[in-house]
Structures are given as C-alpha cells and as structure tokens.
C-alpha cells in the first residue's frame, strides 16, 4: 500500500459519503427517500420534521439557511460580512479553474462561499452566530472562510456575546494551498483571545465534521454538541483502514462513537437543539435554567 | 567511499540521472588509468566541474514535485540531527504525562548559543528500525499533548521555543481518532498562539497539513530550500482533485508548495539555502546554516515583552489568508 493507494481511497471513500448523504428526491419533486430506511418521504413532512426521518430519525444534512431557520427565534437573526468573498490566490487550476468552481457555486447557493455570519437571538439570548454549509464546496475553509469564522468571534467578543458554530466541512480548501492551512491557525488564535476574555462559545459538530475544520475551531468550544450519527474525525475512514489494513467498525467516528470515548459533551437529535442552546445560554448568563 | 557511494548511487533521483552518467564516467577514467598506469587527472577534473555544473543546473530548476522528493530522501538530516548540529547540551524530555511517550515527536531542552531553549519536533527514523520506532514522523494525538506539555514548559519559565517540521502528516489511524487527534492538534493551535515566550519553527524536510500545523504556530517560519509546506500532500490533492493520485506533479506545481511560493504568500519569513544537491548531501553545511539563519531571528525576538510578543503574532495571523469585500 503507497501513500498514493490511501489517496486515492480517500477520494473515492469521499465521493461515497457525499452522495449516500444527498437528499434523494423523487422524480415527481414532492417525495423524498430515505437515505436510512429507504422510506418514501412526504417533503412537507420532512421539513416539518427538521429534515429528520419520521420513520427512523435518520438526520439529513441541510443548508444553512436551513439550519439558521431550525435553531434561531424567528426574525432576529441579522446577517454579517456577508461581503467576504473567495478570491483565488494561486490561480489554481485542476480539472476545472478555481473561479469557474467558485462562480458555480455563488451561482447555485449563494453568497455564502460556505459560512454564514450573523446575529440573532435563541430562546431571547442575543448571541453571534455562524453556520457552515456542506453544500458550498463541500464546506472547505478558504480564506474567506476563515475571515467570516475569525470576524465571528471578534464581534462576540466586543459585544459580550456568547458565539455559536455550527460546523459541517470535509478541513481545508486545498484550491488556496497553504493559505487554507494557515486559517486553522487564524480561527484558533481568535478564539483563544475570546477566552482569555471569559466568553462562551459552543459548538454544534454537524455531519460531516473533519479535518482542518475538525482540528482547528470546530473542537475548542467550551461545549462540544453533535446531532445522531455525525460524522466527526481528523482523517477519512478509508484512509485509515488503508493504513492499517484492516476495517473499522461500523460506528467508527460517528458521533455516538465520539461520545463513548470523551470526545463530545452530549448528542441532541435536532428537535431538541434548540431548548438545548437556550438552556445552556441561559446558565451562563446566570439566569436560572429551566428545563426545556 | 566505495560503499558510500554505492548507498547513495541506489536514492538517485530521476531528474539527477545526467549527473550520474558523468560520475559513472569518471569512476571508469580513474580504473583505467589505474589499470594502465596512466595519468587522466585532467580529464577527471574536466569531468567532475562538468558534475558541479549539471547539479547547480538541475538543481536551480527543480520542479515543485521534485523539491517533494528531496524533502522525502531518506538520507535527508532528521530533527535530531540538526538539533545535535546547532545546539549543546540537548536533554531530551519524554512523554505526555498522561500515558504515552509518542517517539515521533521528540523534544527537550538544548542550548543555543549560550542560551537555554525549548526543541520540539517531528522526528522521522533514521533507518527502517528507527522509522518504524518514530512511526515515519506520523504523531499521534499524544505526540501533540507532549508538545503542548513542553510547549507550557517553556511559557512557565521563559524560555524561547524552536520547533523543527517535518511529518507526512499526523497518524490516521482508529486509535489516534478514539484518544482525539483533532482536538489534541486544534488544542496546540490554541495555546500555542497565546504563549508568552519566541516561538520560531523551521521546516526542515515535510511540512504536511495539520499535523506539521500542530507545531507550527509561531512568530517565524523559516524554511529549508528544498522543504515544502502544503495543506495536503501533493498525492492527496491530486486524488480528490484530479480523482487521480498521478497528478501529484500538476498539484503540487497548484498549491504553490515550496519556500519560494510560501515567501511570497507572507507565509514564511526566511529561506534557509541547503548545500548543492540538497541537505543530505552535506548535514552538516545544511546545520550551519540553518543555525546561521535562526540566532538573528531568536535574538530579536528575546528582545520584546511578553505582551508585545503575543500581540503581534496574534496579528500575524490574523492578517493571513486572501479574500475580497464588496461593499
Ligand atoms: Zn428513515
């Protein structure tokens, strides 16, 4: 086995995770099968349902905007820097130049360029927010990234405020060469600051959560949440089990595994991740906390 | 010299072929003239200029991927060797206090030129026994946590920090991911940013993602000529890019990996210059000069507070990374 062989798995194990995670809707655009249970899904009842499958709680991955919506008091959240946009520093080419990549996806999404930054209030505490959207180029931190992320903090910081991620990225986006890896550091020396001023910060480690991402802000939260079956880790599975030739076990890296072994605080189906987050901001605001 | 050479005949690159075929040249004009009592002396001296001259050549255009392969040579000086080189007294420290003594780490405390610092860095083996003790410079979480753990040593008593890189990368394997390797790294940024003592790193061979990353927080980067510092290997880049491992020579060339590229990007401070033909042709002539590089950088740095020291590496940092804002 070469270090090329793992390579080349961990692409193709890649391409595996993503699709089996897509939302497979149906021809006639009103169902939607479950990638889990394979039950045919009603989409009003699914979005109902916080994306979650009624039949067997399987979690399907949803967009930030999405998320935004699930987590925040209705009408409070006000966006940030939504201006940021990727550049493209090296002038980076594969199959397909960096730009086109990013202009499709701008196209397709949004502004968002894989975060969105913003204010709002959960259950009536006013915190600062950013979202990461797995579906802008598979959630990879650029710079742009990474300055929404930094910017983020900073204002939670100068405003008091507790600071919410919620994190979904494969790491680094490696069409900005080193410059990605450095926004690990970028991220982490902002946070660290934030603590040195007694701030709050949680994190909510949605599916998938791994790499650069992983091993840089995503796991400094003073609190660490995942939903059902996330998928969290530092390097691919398929990588892993190249390297020591042998398989791992099924719930290798989901959050559930995690749990087992000290990486996280708690897991919180989607439906209750709300009340969750308000009672935590709640009991360090010095508030008495109500059971949701 | 015969096995010498022979030893390093069988790492011979292939973009280092034209220069073999000269040597070869010369290694039969010395037979025969020892065979036939003659003097070839001049022609020798022609021929070994003539190797002089094709190693600056080839060596003065090196492609990317080909700085890759110098970096990866296995006879390329390890961190040990450079910290044997450039400091006295190393006193090596173990484990991470909390179950392990990860090997592919190493660190302790040295002095260099008179004054006492902290070391810590990637440690590939030196032969194949070595390497699978240092587990080829692939840490794992608790390699991160003894870091860390010396890391504190050196804010508690002062003491400026030099951490040497060169890892493929941090360990992917189950057991790594169960004791937390993402957190055991994100942790090392954490601290690392705020510690209150000169951090300098130099990247000596391998600067792979975040597990050089994981050391690699600091107010210098210096880089070793031939290094590269890269988010993903070249192969891992062109594997999920390319959806083809082959293009590792089209990636790396696209990720803008070398010491060049870094400079340019405000990554790297400083470029260290290796001897002819790379580091491990001449460890000790690379030690000098990395010694020569790094006392101006650690001298100037001892000379600010603690508080000026963080502030500004904080704002290194933050000012890292390239992105528009429409207004
Ligand atoms: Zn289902």
Known sequence: ?????????????????????????????????????????????????????????????????????????????????????????????????????????????????????????????????????????????????????????????????????????????????????????????????????????????????????????????????????????????????????????????????????????MIVPRSSLRPMLGQLLRMHAGQPATVA | MESSRLTSRKLVFDFERPIVEIEDEIEEFKRLAAQNEVNLDDEIARLTERVTAARQTIYRQLKPVQRVQVARHPSRPSALDYIQNICEGFVELHGDRQGYDDRAIVGGLASFEGRTIVVVANQKGRDTKDNIMRNFGMAHPEGYRKALRLFRHAGKFGLPVLTLIDTPGAYPGIEAEQRGQSAAIALNLFEMSRLPVPIVSVVIGEGSSGGAMGIGVSDRILMLEHSYYAVISPEGCAAILWKDPSKAKMAAEAMGITAEDLLRLGIADEIIPEPLGGAHQDPLAAAHNLKAALGPHLAELSRLGAYELVERRAAKYRAMGRFIEEF
């Not at chain 1, 201006?83 to 397909?96: A, E, M, N, Q, Y």
């Not at chain 1, 009536?124 to 929404?148: N, P, R, W």
């Not at chain 1, 791994?210 to 091993?215: L, N």
């Open chain 1, 1 to 265: 086995m070469t270090l090329r062989d793992w390579f080349a798995d961990r692409a193709r194990s890649r391409q595996l995770v993503d699709s089996d995670r897509i939302r497979r809707e149906m021809p006639d655009g009103l169902w939607t099968k479950c990638n889990h249970c394979s039950a045919p899904l009603y989409n009003k009842d699914l979005e109902a349902n916080l994306q979650v499958c009624p039949k067997c709680g399987y979690h399907f991955r949803v967009s930030a905007w999405t998320r935004i919506g699930q987590l925040v008091d209705e009408g409070t959240f006000s966006q940030t820097h939504a201006s940021i946009r990727s550049t493209d520093p090296l002038g980076f080419v594969d199959t397909k130049p960096y730009k086109v990549r990013l202009e499709e996806s701008y196209d397709r999404l949004g502004d968002g360029d894989g975060v969105i930054t913003g204010a709002a209030d959960i259950e009536g505490t006013t915190i600062q927010l950013a979202v990461m959207d797995f579906a802008f180029m598979g959630g990879s931190m650029g710079s742009a990234v990474g300055e929404k992320i930094t910017r983020t903090i900073e204002d939670a910081h100068e405003a008091h405020r507790p600071l919410i991620i919620v994190t979904a990225s494969g790491g680094a986006r490696m069409q900005e060469g080193t410059l990605s890896l450095m926004q690990m550091a970028k991220t982490s020396s902002a946070l660290a600051q934030f603590a040195e001023g007694g701030g709050l910060y949680l994190a909510i480690l949605a599916d998938p959560t791994t790499g650069g991402v992983s091993a840089s802000f995503a796991t400094l939260a003073d609190i660490l949440i995942s939903e059902p079956a996330a998928v969290i880790g530092f390097a691919g599975r398929r990588v892993i089990e190249q390297t020591i030739r042998q398989k791992a076990p099924p719930e290798f890296q989901t959050a559930e595994w995690l749990l087992k072994y000290g990486a996280l605080d």
